[in-house]
């Protein structure tokens, strides 16, 4: 018996008939042997029709995953006490012999499928499977990867509807040459708050060589949402054997002069200022989170991979976040989860306005000063919350570009980091390999002590995407430097540091003078501003800064602010030179490009500091 003779006897007529019009016989195979295995009592295949993303909305109701909140399509959904983030210690990759790599964690490949299989025996019984396809990245376009997720969790089927492009229609279009990943997601036996209740056995697998995710005993979107970081380890993996880059960045448009239009795609580590970078408002937004950046006719052409957000909510306020604001209190389709509920409105942690005492959270009923089994205090809101929207809300989204087929042209790439005594505030790289190497690849991010527990610790984070790689670092940053030479013109790169502090501990600029520095680098990619030349890259010239901070915050914009943010700091650049080259040493497999772009700007350094001292005032440098 076949696949589709299988599944004909798996599902009722309807939903077979809309699996039969996809002639694909790996996708039917994939799909016999899972129904199988996981014993659903029903399944419901969801097209790209209103009527099947509307009912797995109601599903997600009806089972008791969200409840209504009072703005109409507002819901709100509850994880686990212990379900509130990704599961760092048991997602693992599946790799043949359990071969390591440095940063990942491993498993072999037949033990892991093993286990896994094991705990998702029969675990759909009783519960309703959804079949349910997307895409990644704009359709029917270079960018297109399809997707297939199989979820007992009608929020998980939600969610994906709101950040990703349907995809049911493009499996039918490209029928058998479909080179799908797969995603297979039970949320396990649910506790009476139906929410995952086994999580001694919660598992997040990705299996690299069947391009296919497992994960089980949990409903945190960070584990189960498929298409978002668990593909990302797929797609990383895809995009180094193809030869171009699946980033972990955003992708926004900068509005230079004469309505000129200008992309740019952004690396930050977390708390370094990704989201209000993306969010500025007189600015255009493509992507918050995720870039394929392709080869095009020798130009790099980047695209969104979701059309979505699945962002932390908070701090979000109406001084800082006036776009997010706006959109949260706006009455289109938004889950809420893990926020506290008062009365059916949606509250969070430091969003500026007065929180209730009481109410409904991840804890369950909740007041102020009530503690969890650890005798920590519970907030009114996990500092994980997340809000899920799409970005056709956002009235800066740039619809024309998230849609585009052939994506948009990336005229600059930033890396962005957060320490508080070395890099300057905005630089450009002197070329494409002295960026990636300088800039991306030396990307560190200092701990706060808010969210860690020890402030000020440097951690080692390449390109922002330690934490999702998938591939030895070694093969990444090797694709990286050869993908120039796929181009004719490469983009710039530039790295920024929003957090700089003098002596005293104080910050040497507002929060908002990034705008400034974002339309600096406009227009370096365009060449419409000289720069000074340093040991480490090109800075702004002050008189350039100072009309753009007038123009663009009308404010002004003093030579010393200038002077104090710019100064090149020798000793701790050497420093961190050291450290980064030390962690490469240690890792091995190196490409040898990366210790000699280290080696020319050390020479540089030392020879400046010869000149002109340990710290070397830009004015010093832009009289040479």
Known sequence: MNALERLEKLLDKEQFE?????????????????????????????????????????????????????????????????????????????????????????????????????LMKGVMRGKELFVCFFVLGPKNSVFTIPAVQLTDSAYVAHSEFILYR?????????????????????????????????LGKRRIYIDLEGETVYSVNTQYGGNTIGLKKLAFRLTIQRAVREGWLSEHMFLMRVNGPNGRKTYFTGAYPSMCGKT???????????????????????????????????????????????????????????????????????????????????????????????????????????????????????????????????????????????????????????DWKHGIVTMGAALESETTAATLGKEGVRAFNPMAILDFMSVHIGDYLRNYLEFEGKLRKAPKIFAVNYFLRNKEGNWLNHKIDKAVWLKWMELRVHGDVDAIETPIGYI???????????????????????????????????????RIEKIYREI??????????????????????????DYISPFQLEKV
């Not at 349907?166 to 929410?195: I, N, P, Q």
């Open 276 to 430: 209000s970078t993306a969010m500025i408002p007189w600015e255009n937004i493509v992507g918050d989170d995720l870039a394929f950046i392709v080869p095009m006719n020798g130009i790099a052409r980047g695209a969104n991979v979701e059309k979505g957000v699945f962002g932390i909510i908070q701090g979000v306020n109406p001084e800082d976040d006036p776009i997010i604001w706006q959109v949260l209190h706006s009455p289109v389709e938004i889950i809420f989860s893990n926020v506290l509920v008062k009365d059916g409105k949606p509250y969070w942690n430091d969003m500026g306005t007065e929180i209730p005492d009481d109410g409904e959270n991840h804890s369950g009923q909740w007041w102020r000063g009530k503690k969890d089994e650890e005798s920590n205090e519970i907030p009114p809101s996990h500092k994980n919350a997340r809000f899920t929207v799409s970005l056709e809300h956002f009235p800066n989204v740039d619809m024309d570009a998230l849609e585009a087929p052939c994506g948009v042209e990336v005229g600059g790439m930033i890396f962005g980091g957060r320490d508080k005594d070395t890099w300057p505030p905005v630089r450009e790289a002197f």
């Open 540 to 578: 702004p010239k002050y008189e350039d800064l100072a009309r753009l901070s007038r123009e663009v915050l009308n404010k002004d914009y003093t030579r010393d602010d200038y002077e104090k943010q710019f100064t090149i700091r020798v000793p701790e650049l050497l420093a961190k030179i050291e």
């Open 588 to 613: 091995g497999n190196i490409p040898e490009e990366l210790f000699e772009v280290l080696a020319q700007e050390r020479e540089r350094l030392l020879k400046a500091r010869e000149k002109y001292g």
């Open 166 to 198: 349907k995809g049911y229609e493009e499996f039918k279009r490209l029928g058998r040459s479909a080179r799908f990943f797969r995603f297979v997601h039970s949320a396990g036996e649910l506790d009476e708050r139906k929410t995952s209740k086994n």
């Open 18 to 118: 809309k699996i039969k019009a996809i002639d694909n016989p790996e996708l039917h195979e994939f799909l016999a042997e899972w129904i199988e295995w996981l014993e659903p009592s029903k399944v419901f295949v969801c097209t790209d029709s209103e009527e099947d993303e509307w009912y797995v909305r109601w599903k997600a109701l009806y089972y008791g995953e969200e409840k209504m909140l009072e703005t109409p399509n507002h819901t709100v959904h509850y994880d686990n006490y212990y379900d509130q983030a990704r599961d760092k210690a048991n997602t693992k990759l599946l790799v043949s012999g359990g071969k390591s790599l440095p940063f990942l964690n491993t498993i072999d490949r037949e033990e892991g499928l093993k286990e896994i299989r094991e």
